[in-house]
Each structure stands twice: as structure tokens, then as C-alpha cells.
């Protein structure tokens, strides 16, 4: 069984920094040639939008338009990992963020963090204080 576990969120000041982690567990990077995985983020009172997502093989990476420059995603495939790494975070960063997941499937770059995924993390609060 997939779980995706979310940790490295809080209460931050604006223009401060944090780093999410997401840790796969019941399948490793290496077990599929396909995959998608990444971040999306709900706001109160919004809809859950993403935020950043990478695919398997590919140099394609999405970022939301609000976020490019200021976050960073990567892979620690070692560790089975990935993080989003948040810089120069805003009030408006503020959101319950998930991490979610898709293997075995190739995903169009047009499609990608566009989509539900099948596999979600319970997620992580990020706060940002103005």
C-alpha cells in the first residue's frame, strides 16, 4: 500500500523559509518507470490548486505561476523523498499543503500537477505570518 507522509510545516514570518518533506513508503522510485509526484496546497476557503510537480524521466517540472522563483521541488531518491523547498514565503502561501502521487502512468506535460492524483498525504500546515 502507497502512503505518502507530509512533515516540516509551521508557522513562519513572511519572507521567511521552510522545507516540506514528503517520505514514500510501500513503493520506491525504482519500482516504476512512470510516475508523477508533487505538491498541491488548499487555502481556506479555496479550492486545492497545485503547486509544484515533477514526472519520472523527464526535466518537466510544473510550478504555479504564485510560487516560480520562490519554491523549489526535488527528489532524494535515496531516502525515498521528496521536498518542496519554500523561500521568501507570502501570507498568501498560507494553506494546508499535500503531497500526492501517481505511479505507473505516464503523465502529458500539459497534464501535469492538472490533475487529481490517486495517492494523498493527510498533509502539513504552513502558516505565514505577515
Known amino acids: 500500500e502507497v502512503q505518502l507522509v507530509e512533515s516540516g510545516g509551521g508557522l513562519v514570518q513572511a519572507g521567511g523559509s521552510l522545507r516540506l518533506s514528503c517520505a514514500v513508503a510501500?513503493?520506491?522510485?525504482?519500482?516504476?518507470?512512470?510516475?508523477?509526484i508533487g505538491w498541491f496546497r488548499q487555502a481556506p476557503g479555496k479550492e486545492r490548486e497545485g503547486v509544484s510537480c515533477?514526472?519520472?524521466?523527464?526535466?518537466?517540472?510544473y510550478y504555479a505561476d504564485s510560487v516560480k522563483g520562490r519554491f523549489t521541488i526535488s527528489t532524494d531518491y535515496a531516502k525515498n523523498t521528496v521536498y518542496l523547498h519554500m523561500s521568501s514565503l507570502k501570507p498568501e502561501d498560507t494553506a494546508v499543503y499535500y503531497c500526492?502521487?501517481?505511479?505507473?502512468?505516464?503523465?502529458?506535460?500539459?497534464?501535469?500537477?492538472?490533475?487529481?492524483?490517486?495517492?494523498w498525504g493527510k498533509g502539513t500546515t504552513v502558516t505565514v505570518s505577515s
Open positions: 515533477l514526472k519520472s524521466h523527464s526535466d518537466s517540472t
Open positions: 500526492t502521487a501517481d505511479f505507473n502512468i505516464l503523465v502529458p506535460d500539459n497534464l501535469l500537477c492538472r490533475y487529481n492524483m490517486d495517492y
Open positions: 510501500g513503493v520506491t522510485f525504482d519500482d516504476y518507470h512512470d510516475y508523477a
